[in-house]
């Protein structure tokens, strides 16, 4: 499986680190908040550290976050698309469910999508993605930022999950979005439960069937620190460990604040995993 992102061309011989670049104020991370004028530096700070793909976003979606005013999230993202340009061919994502934002964001330079809402927010983003013919990530969440987290419910999570992102496959696919451009991400803390959160990385390699790369996003979440009571910045060490367990069970790309430990943790998978 070859997934054309720009310029290059991840091959899955290996675990891919996405670093995270947010652009708001309230991200729930404080150290992963970058200025505009900061945008430079931290893209080469990402390169050196060895990040395969950058993710830019310019909307908090922690849980009881609110919108992000759209006119600002476009022009940020464009902004600091065109920093990152300047200093670095890696690929870049745009994480935004908004077609407008997307639109603005290849355009300025960048080379995916990564939505939260697998396509089903706005209307319009699936024949956007569709027309840009760029990768897109199709993440599971169950209601939006503002409420996931009121009460979540399933009765088999990783049957759920799973059969909503086919629904989203579908919705691409019916737009024109090829196959061959789509990666699925089950949505770690979207919505979900501890328990839920459990589930869906120890079975992850359920998702396998779709026959699209995987992608986890456990970085620092608060599920984490439901387990080991601790603060987001002691999460480090855990991340790792689930980044580890979600690689070793099927997941092609990790979604990290913290891009040398998790490249170094992944280039040990890899050795394993080339065991025969």
Known sequence: MILEVGSRKLDFSKIYVMGIMNLTLDSFYPASRVRIDEIGSRALRMVHEGADIIDIGAESTRPG?????????????????????????????????????????????????????????????????????????????????????????????????????ERSMEI?????????????????????????????????????????????????????????PMDVDERLEPTIALNVIAAMKGASIVRVHDVSANVKAMRMVDAIMEVK
Do not use: W
């Open 65 to 165: 976050s609110e919108p992000a005013d759209p006119t600002f999230e476009e022009a940020q993202i464009e902004k600091a698309v065109k920093l990152v340009r300047e200093v670095s061919d890696l690929p870049i994502s745009i994480d935004t469910y908004r077609s407008k934002t997307a639109m603005k964001g290849i355009k300025a330079g960048a080379n995916m999508v990564n939505d939260i809402s697998g396509l089903n927010f706005d209307p319009a983003m699936a024949k956007v993605c569709a027309e840009l013919d760029v990768p897109v990530v199709l993440m599971h969440i169950r209601g939006t930022p503002r409420d996931m987290q009121i009460d979540p419910h399933y009765d088999d999570v990783v049957r759920e999950v799973h059969e909503e992102l």
């Open 172 to 228: 691409a696919l019916k737009h024109g979005v090829k196959e061959s451009k789509l990666i699925i991400d089950p949505g770690i803390g979207f919505g979900k439960r501890l328990e839920d959160n459990l589930n869906l990385i120890a079975h992850l390699e359920e998702f396998k069937d779709l026959g699209k790369p995987i992608l986890i996003g456990i970085s620092r979440k608060s599920m984490i620190s439901k387990i080991m």
